[in-house]
């Protein structure tokens, strides 16, 4: 069975770190990783992707200079560390699997079940 798993979420106070992990169990993780948040009541966005290479990493602006997206082929993850956190940076954190790194969701084949970053005073 193909499937990617996060852990690491939790809560936080403004300007804490988090390191968020995204495991694939049963494939090699040989694909552009994203990971997407949604918060309530909005639309879940592209917070960052790394290519299958490593060649190209991309971030939205809110989290440049905080957020970096390590990979470790080795060990089939993909972790997401999360600094300067911000109240604005609370949601449910997906990780996703697709063969480029694309803005739209739909471009994804495969999605982790999600885990909850709190960011709260």
């Known amino acids: 069975q193909l499937q990617l798993v996060e852990s690491g979420g939790g809560s936080v106070q403004p300007g804490g770190s988090l390191r968020l992990s995204c495991a694939a169990s049963?494939?090699?993780?040989?694909?552009?990783i994203g990971w997407f948040r949604q918060a309530p009541g909005k639309e879940r966005e592209g917070v960052s992707c790394?290519?299958?290479?490593?060649?190209?990493?991309y971030y939205i602006n809110s989290v440049k200079g905080r957020f970096t997206i390590p990979r470790d082929n080795a060990k089939n993850t993909v972790d997401l560390q999360m600094n300067s956190l911000k109240p604005e940076d609370t949601g449910v954190y997906y990780c996703?699997?697709?063969?480029?790194?694309?803005?739209?969701?739909?471009?994804?084949?495969?999605w982790g079940q999600g885990t909850q970053v709190t960011v709260s005073s």
């Open positions: 790394i290519s299958s290479s490593e060649g190209s990493i």
């Open positions: 049963g494939f090699t993780l040989d694909y552009a």
């Open positions: 996703a699997a697709a063969p480029l790194c694309h803005p739209r969701r739909d471009d994804y084949y495969y």
